[in-house]
């Protein structure tokens, strides 16, 4: 079955940058689009980034766009998420996910994706 799994979550200041990683197993990673999703206690899901399955397109979150990119190596069947300029408002629990169909453009919505990870925490210190 395919699996999602998060990592690279933690506590940094604020200012500070951290990576977060997405590892796939159980398909053919290189067909599909990935997203990046998160969600901060009492707050509904929300988008943080797409990527086309070749790469070549990104996809981001007006909130996030400048600070945050999103990049896969389909080598290594891994998506990343490199995130500077971190403020206490980017504090959430980030989800990878993938969706079941193979897709021309990534999509922004939670329920356009069907595979999703376990989450990883991410808290940002004023």
């Known amino acids: 079955q395919v699996q999602l799994v998060e990592s690279g979550g933690g506590l940094v200041q604020a200012g500070g940058s951290l990576r977060l990683s997405c590892a796939v197993s159980?398909?053919?990673?290189?067909?599909?689009?990935m997203g990046w999703f998160r969600q901060a206690p009492g707050k509904e899901r929300e988008f943080v980034a797409a990527?086309?399955?070749?790469?070549?397109?990104?996809y981001y979150a007006d909130s996030v766009k400048g600070r945050f990119t999103i990049s896969r190596d389909n080598a290594k069947n891994t998506v990343y998420l490199q995130m500077n300029s971190l403020n206490p408002e980017d504090t959430a629990v980030y989800y990878c996910?993938?969706?079941?169909?193979?897709?021309?453009?990534?999509?922004?919505?939670?329920?356009?994706?069907?595979?999703w990870g376990q989450g990883t925490q991410v808290t940002v210190s004023s």
């Open positions: 996910a993938t969706p079941r169909a193979r897709l021309r453009a990534a999509g922004s919505l939670p329920s356009q994706y069907d595979y």
């Open positions: 990527i086309s399955w070749t790469g070549g397109s990104t």
């Open positions: 159980g398909r053919t990673f290189s067909y599909y689009v």
